[in-house]
């Protein structure tokens, strides 16, 4: 009995259609990259695990994807380790090499790597896919796309807003109403001082991170669990829940921070932020969010996140000020701030929101029908000149009911077919059909570029 074809939890096809509105969003996300003056590059699908480990915290090195090494592996193990029931030290022992958690940190050794070769402050995007050994869930995947922009090789709070200004307008282009949450890690830490748990920062941020997965309750008790007493916890409460305007926000913050400590700069930090933001024509809400987290552990300052307003599915962007990631790999001083695009939360929230645009879907913007080998050899001719100025078209192979390849058009979204019958080749006219209305119109074969241009306009 064969097996019924199946891919592995967490991933998936894409036909057609989907790869169409696929690239839609990706095209728009590389216009915008384009725009302001990002340049492209690419990493391995796999880095040496020595590149990924403790780069994510804890929770995310458990995430990583790992690959058995090749050949006898297990030959090599000694024999005392083969039986030991350790699975996390035997995947170390046998596996050198994993699947990229993220983007970041192979861009980070990118840049060490070359760093001989690049122009700083450098400018990169990226969009290819990568790995998580989560548990597959709605809008969430164990392999999908994540579109990259940094900037490494500068401090400057610039560049902070300008990807600010990068999500508002990707979201706007794709007609996606968004929240643009912004935190800095120093005001965070400037928290877990002010609470007495300076040593505590990550676990606590680690648990704030999934308070809209789990709830406050839930987030305060992964903080006991951590270590964290209840009666800081208490004192942290008001401070993650404060309401009210951005600038009420910060001057409500400013009084309870050390005059030299991490919060205080990080206050001043996202005021000047939030100041640049005002200049610039921002579409979508901006909001300063105490409760913003985001649970990496390399980021140092600046934090952003992104969610639809109308599809609940989760952060569909993120990103933060990471000072120094180089460092781990031997170029210390190098900061940077990057923003991470979710194509396939993208995909999910526009399905379910706003839509694709109908052209998106329609590669094929003419068929010429085929009627017979000497009725397809005077199509050639118009196919070459129509590709030549731009219009996809494709002739159909046989010679078949042309019932069936009116089907066939209208199953691919072909929105015209073009008729060349004997009676169009001796008087060197073809029928145009429009598919979404039925009406039909004979031209002269010159005429057809001018007249689909003019037709697809509309």
């Not at 199946?6 to 696929?22: C, H, I, N, Q, W």
């Not at 699908?45 to 690959?67: P, V």
Request: net charge neutral.
């Amino acid at each position: 009995m064969s097996q019924k074809p199946s891919v592995p939890k967490g991933t998936r096809d894409f036909l057609p259609d989907e790869m169409a509105r696929r690239n839609h969003i990706f095209d728009t996300i590389r216009g915008v990259f384009d725009l302001y003056g990002y340049v492209p590059v690419e990493t391995p699908a796999m880095e040496n695990l020595s590149s990924l480990l403790g780069k994510y915290g804890d929770e995310g090195d458990k995430l990583l994807f790992r690959i058995l090494n090749s050949g006898d592996f297990m030959g090599k193990l000694p024999e005392d380790e083969r039986g030991s029931g350790d699975s996390n030290r035997l995947a170390n022992m046998i596996c050198d090499r994993g699947l990229r958690y993220d983007l970041t940190v192979p861009f980070a050794r990118f840049v060490v790597q070359h760093r001989n070769e690049l122009t700083f402050p450098f400018k990169r995007y990226q969009i290819q896919p990568v790995w998580r050994a989560d548990r597959p869930q709605k809008g969430r995947y164990r392999e999908f796309y994540q579109c990259d922009a940094d900037v490494i090789g500068s401090n400057s709070l610039l560049n902070e807003a300008e990807h600010a200004r990068i999500i508002d307008d990707v979201f706007v282009r794709l007609g996606i109403k968004v929240i643009i949450r912004l935190n800095n890690r120093k005001i965070l830490a400037g928290i877990a001082g002010m609470i007495g748990q300076h040593d505590k920062l990550i676990a606590m941020t680690v648990a704030m991170d999934k308070l809209d997965k789990i709830g406050l309750d839930a987030v305060c008790n992964e903080m006991l669990e951590g270590g964290i007493p209840p009666e800081a916890i208490s004192k942290l409460k008001p401070v993650i829940g404060m309401t009210g305007s951005n600038s009420d926000k910060l001057d409500a913050l400013s009084s309870l921070f050390d005059e030299k400590g991490p919060g205080l700069e990080g206050t001043r930090e996202m005021k000047e932020l939030l100041d640049m933001l005002a200049l610039l024509e921002i579409k979508n809400r901006v909001d300063f969010d105490l409760a913003l987290a985001r649970g990496l552990n390399y980021y140092t300052g600046t934090i952003f996140e992104v969610k639809a307003s109308d599809v609940e599915i989760g952060s569909i962007c993120g990103g933060g000020r990471y000072d120094d990631l180089t460092g781990v790999f031997g170029l210390g001083g190098l900061s940077g701030v990057g923003i991470s695009f979710g194509a396939d939360r993208i995909y999910d929230v526009m399905l379910q929101s706003v839509g694709f645009p109908e052209t998106v879907v329609a590669s094929t913007r003419l068929m010429f029908a085929n009627f017979g080998q000497k009725e397809a050899e005077a199509c050639l001719p118009l196919l070459e000149k129509l590709r030549k100025s731009g219009i996809s078209t494709e002739l159909y192979p046989d010679k078949v009911k042309i019932k069936k390849q009116m089907q066939y058009a209208n199953n691919r979204n072909i929105p015209f077919v073009a008729l060349i019958g004997e009676k169009e080749v001796r008087e060197k006219t073809v029928t145009v059909k429009n598919m979404k209305t039925g009406s039909q119109e004979t031209i002269s074969q010159d005429a057809i570029t001018n007249y689909l241009i003019t037709k697809m306009v509309k």
